[in-house]
Structures are given as structure tokens and as C-alpha cells.
């Protein structure tokens, strides 16, 4: 029986190459969304992949989405925390909501997802919580006080929780990307990601999705038992953490 995996933001982005390589992979994938219906429906039409529409900044919607998924597709082995926010300002133009919003989806979010598959995954004795943390939660950014802080506590979750869930056979790791060329970050001005952005990195590029969905499926692995509260970075060599 294949084993389910529920990745936030899904459809779209990082989430969706996560979401299909993980389907590809040989798992029942369920992938959450917070609002964009159209993308969702598209997402599903194209590969196959249920999307369940709630934001992870809810408790109470997390509880309820959860229990939809595994009524639907099946008790939850595998956890991608991968929704995310921006909401960019200087510090000293920085409002309380932007401030809020971002950390409420960027890291309340995962103890509101990660607390409703927990305690299932401690009975079977069998997890895999994955975080999508940045590279920008490792070194910081100006503009990204919000944003920054809330990536690095995602780091200090996974490190703290990986010790909880070592006895019942859960690992707990984290990804922490670099600059990957999804439709977000491609529509930067090109001046700007040619001339400031790729110039920071490397190996003189952006990174790829697929390349961050493949961290996730080897970290979802059998092959990955012995590691847990680790952070990849992928980022091309911009940062050593």
C-alpha cells in the first residue's frame, strides 16, 4: 500500500515539482492550497493530484483539512511544510500584519500541520516531517525581518522536534533553498536578477524546483531513517550554514 503524503502550498511552485515528484516517487499525494482555485483545479486536471483548499495560519482548518485528507487518501506518513508568504518592507516600514501574516503561515503553520499528524505518526511508528525553510532563514535579508525569522525558527522546530520523534520513527529535517527560478522569482526584473541575484551565487544560476523536490523525496525515504534534524542547503554554494 503506498504510503500518503500531504505537501502545503502544493500546487504551485516548489510545492507542485514536491507534489509530482513525490506522486512519480510512488506515493498518494495530497496537496493543500490556501487560495488560488484556478491553479488548483489546473494542478489536478494535469497530474492526478487532490488539492485540498485551507490556510495553514488556521489551527482549526489545519485539524479539519487534515482529518479530510486521511478520510479521503489516507493516514498521513509524509508531512512537506512548504507554504509560504512574503511580505517585504524595511524594518522601519514594517507593519505589525506584515509582520504577523508571515509568521503566522511560515512557522505557526507548521506546528498547526505538523500537531495534527503527530500524534498518528507516533502510533504507527513511522514520519517523515519535512520543512521547507530559505536561505534566507540561515544568513538573513534586509527587507525580510518577518520573513527571515520566521525560515530560521523553522530550522530550530526541526532540530528540536527530530529529538522528539526519534524513538517512534519519525525523522524531522529541513530544506533551506536558495533563489529557485519559479514564476515568482523569474518575474523579478531582469536587470536586477541578472545583475544583483545570480551574481551571488556560484554557480551561475537559479536553482531548479525539481531540484529541491528531489531533497524531499530522498529525505521521505526509507533510505533517509538515520538522518533526521538536519537542514540541506541548496542554494548553489551563496551560503554554508
Not at 57 to 82: F, K, Q, S, T
Not at 199 to 228: K, M, N, T
Request: aromatic content about 8%; charged content about 20%.
Amino acid at each position: 500500500m503506498a504510503r500518503v503524503a500531504l505537501v502545503t502550498g502544493g500546487s504551485r511552485g516548489i510545492g507542485a515539482a514536491i507534489s509530482r515528484a513525490l506522486k512519480d516517487a510512488g506515493y498518494e499525494v495530497a496537496a493543500n492550497y490556501a487560495g488560488n482555485d484556478d491553479a488548483a483545479k489546473a494542478f489536478t486536471q494535469e497530474t492526478g493530484i487532490r488539492t485540498f483548499k485551507w490556510s495553514v495560519a488556521d489551527y482549526d482548518a489545519c485539524a479539519e483539512g487534515i482529518a479530510r485528507v486521511e478520510a479521503e487518501v489516507g493516514p498521513v506518513d509524509v508531512l512537506v511544510n512548504n507554504a509560504g508568504i512574503t511580505r517585504d518592507a524595511m524594518f522601519h516600514k514594517m507593519t505589525p500584519q506584515q509582520w504577523k501574516e508571515v509568521i503566522d503561515t511560515n512557522l505557526t503553520g507548521l506546528f498547526n500541520m505538523t500537531h495534527g499528524v503527530w500524534n498518528g505518526m507516533r502510533d504507527r511508528k513511522f514520519g517523515r516531517i519535512i520543512n521547507i525553510s530559505s536561505v534566507n532563514g540561515q544568513k538573513g535579508q534586509a527587507g525580510q525581518a518577518n520573513y527571515s525569522a520566521a525560515k530560521a525558527g523553522d530550522i530550530g522546530f526541526t532540530r528540536a522536534l527530530a529529538q522528539e520523534g526519534a524513538r517512534a520513527g519519525i525523522t524531522v529535517n529541513a530544506i533551506a533553498p536558495g533563489y529557485i527560478g519559479t514564476e515568482m522569482v523569474r518575474a523579478i526584473d531582469e536587470k536586477v536578477l541578472n545583475e544583483r541575484i545570480i551574481p551571488q551565487i556560484p554557480v551561475g544560476r537559479l536553482g531548479e524546483p525539481e531540484e529541491i523536490a528531489r531533497c524531499v523525496v530522498f529525505l521521505a525515504s526509507d533510505d533517509a531513517g538515520f538522518i533526521s534534524g538536519s537542514t540541506i542547503s541548496a542554494n548553489g554554494a551563496q551560503f554554508f550554514a
